[in-house]
């Protein structure tokens, strides 16, 4: 295979192989990276006789991908509070694709779920569930036997089958309880996050041990209520709330004195009301979010 069929291979594969890359490492920066290492890389080794120049590209990336998620995670023994996906802005999907499982995997909901699989069952689930690879295509990526593949799969679909989210809601509807989660913040009324969060609902803050937030999730609707009355309290005059479209749902972006601080997703439970939020604050994860939301600049693909 020649330097020009690749470069071409690449070039059009990139989208991609980016999309794997951060529902592989829950950041986009980080998948940036990996995936420019990896087609260094793929353009000094390739082999002579590749006959798919794309299937070779997501066989590196998704390799190269894997030990970095190896790396991060003893990162992340260490990382002070709870981990949080970084949030990207619209709904940046592959070649134009926008099925359902595809848009799906790139919610936070879902990224955190893949949290609880080992890098390897991560590459299997998004390969071939999300992707649409073959079994075949899988199993070569990831260096196995077909039937060793099979079996991976298998494992990471049971460990995710009780936490992925299975709450279905109407995108107008979502976007409307997201407008009441803002206007709640807005008038920092305890009754107001009463009314709109579960008896059971569960509040997660990642601060990266940067700034302050919580160290461990909330639970319960008072407890959380009360937090956010408080946090609303001080500096309220000077804090903006802002529908924004986040891994490809309506999310909110908050911004003091003009400054991005935090990015909040809302996960709806069955009766409509709020059940989890999630409240990205490290200033880590917020910067390629806040060059994007920054007038002038261009959103992210």
């Known amino acids: 295979m020649n330097a020009a069929t690749l470069a071409r291979a690449a070039a059009e594969a990139r989208p991609r192989l980016i999309a794997i890359a951060y529902r ?176 059971d609902a569960t509040y997660v803050a990642d601060g990266g041990g940067v700034v302050r937030a919580a160290r461990h999730p909330i639970r319960g609707a008072d407890r959380i209520a009360r937090l956010l009355v408080h946090f609303m309290g001080a500096g309220r005059d000077e804090r903006c709330f802002t529908v924004v479209p986040l891994n490809g749902q309506p999310a909110v972006a908050v911004h003091d004195r003009g400054e991005l601080t935090g990015a909040v997703v809302i996960e709806p439970a069955p009766d409509g009301r709020i059940g989890t939020v999630r409240w990205v604050r490290n200033p880590a994860k917020l910067a390629r979010l806040a060059r994007a939301l920054s007038p002038g600049d261009d959103r992210p693909t």
């Open 24 to 199: 592989m490492l829950g950041s986009m920066s980080d998948a940036e990276d990996v995936v420019q290492d990896a087609l260094v890389k793929a353009h000094r080794q390739a082999p002579d006789d590749v006959e798919s120049p794309v299937a070779y590209l997501t066989t590196v990336t998704t390799r190269a991908a894997i030990d970095h998620l190896r790396s991060a995670r003893v990162r992340r023994e260490s990382y002070v509070g709870p981990w949080l996906p970084e949030p990207v802005l619209g709904e940046p999907l592959p070649d134009g694709a926008s099925h359902a499982e595809l848009a799906d995997s790139l919610s936070m909901a879902f990224l955190v779920v893949l949290e609880s699989l080992t890098p390897e069952e991560r590459a299997t689930l998004l390969l071939h569930d999300v992707f649409a690879y073959s079994h075949a295509e899988v199993a070569a990526a990831l260096g196995r036997s077909e039937a060793a593949s099979r079996q991976m799969l298998r494992r990471a679909r049971t460990a995710v089958e009780g936490d992925r989210p299975r709450v279905v809601v109407d995108p107008v509807r979502r976007e409307a309880l997201v407008r009441r989660f803002v206007a709640a913040c807005q008038g920092g009324d305890l009754d107001a996050f009463l009314a709109l969060l579960t008896d």
